[in-house]
């Protein structure tokens, strides 16, 4: 069983700059990859940026060059920087864990993005 917990969300101002952070938690799980999918209000959650256990990235056409997604994983947590923010970025972004058993979601943190 896996606990995720995001933080970091807010409003920014287009050009602007959030780092969110997910950390995981529990009792013997392991952990295939880490990242994060976003839903905007109409939309459908898609992805925003994956890193495997192996270091691998996937991330969406639209936030290359802007988002770098990281992992510490002494501490079981997955960052993801966003920078060179638009209004096209807003949405609540969600953490997620792939692990052997499937996916793990976390509660979601809102990102506003307005001028």
């Known amino acids: 069983q896996v606990q995720l917990v995001e933080s970091g969300g807010g409003l920014v101002q287009p050009g602007g700059s959030l780092r969110l952070s997910c950390a995981a938690s529990?009792?013997?799980?392991?952990?295939?990859?880490m990242g994060w999918y976003r839903q905007a209000p109409g939309k459908q959650r898609e992805l925003v940026a994956i890193?495997?256990?192996?270091?691998?990235?996937t991330s969406a056409d639209s936030v290359k060059g802007r988002f770098t997604i990281s992992m510490d994983s002494a501490k079981n947590t997955v960052y993801l920087r966003m920078n060179s923010l638009k209004h096209a970025d807003t949405a609540v972004y969600y953490c997620?864990?792939?692990?052997?058993?499937?996916?793990?979601w976390g509660q979601g943190t809102q990102v506003a993005v307005s001028s």
């Open positions: 890193i495997t256990r192996g270091g691998f990235v």
């Open positions: 529990g009792s013997g799980f392991s952990i295939n990859a």
């Open positions: 997620y864990l792939r692990n052997p058993e499937g996916t793990n």
